[in-house]
């Protein structure tokens, strides 16, 4: 009895496994195809420039006082030593706290991405679901993005169907 139970739960589990369907997408080459993506991306690329060189900047001129002070140094009364140790302090405090500022984990640059990209991303979700939903697939993968998808036959692929549920022309 016990053998004809689990011979059932195996041929009905093996039907489930084999009902489901299975697709995948490579979010970098959908992303890649949407224009205000790219236009979004390049915003963020060049505040994250302009923001590297100031704390840069910053930095050279930290790096210059503490060159000055350690040849000076020695010729300097003890007032001065101090002072220049405080400026420089300041200075080294200023440029780290600019570097959380602007790169932090809840910095500029982590919440101008959210504003530029993560709309673009749920959109690109929500056309993936709607596509997966019409064709009645149980499971969708991410091919792009450090993915354990080692291997995905292409004929699987729903990139381009998401794109055209996007209402953009993809080129694969």
């Known amino acids: 009895m016990k053998s004809v139970i689990l011979s059932f739960v195996f041929v ?5 496994a084999f009902a489901q369907k299975y697709a995948y997408i490579d979010s970098d080459y959908i992303l ?5 993506y790219k236009e979004a991306k390049d915003k963020l690329d060049k505040l994250a420039d302009r923001w590297t060189k100031e704390i840069e900047e910053r930095y050279a001129v930290l790096k ?11 010729l300097l009364p003890t007032e001065e030593k101090n002072k220049r140790k405080e400026e420089i302090e300041k200075l080294e405090t200023e440029a780290m706290e600019m570097q959380k500022l ?6 500029d640059y982590f919440q101008k991405r959210q504003e530029l990209i993560k709309p673009i991303q749920e959109r690109v979700y929500d056309a993936m679901q709607k596509v997966a939903s019409k064709r009645n697939y149980s499971f969708v993968f991410d091919k792009a993005n450090q993915s354990n998808l080692v291997y995905a036959d292409n004929k699987y692929d729903i990139s381009d169907e998401v794109l055209k549920e996007l209402g953009i022309t993809g080129n694969k």
Do not use: D, I, Q, S
């Open 64 to 74: 210059t006082k503490k060159e000055n002070f350690a040849r000076e140094e020695v």
């Open 12 to 16: 009905l589990g093996t039907y489930f």
């Open 32 to 36: 890649e195809n949407v224009p205000e």
């Open 102 to 107: 602007r790169f932090g984990v809840n910095g």
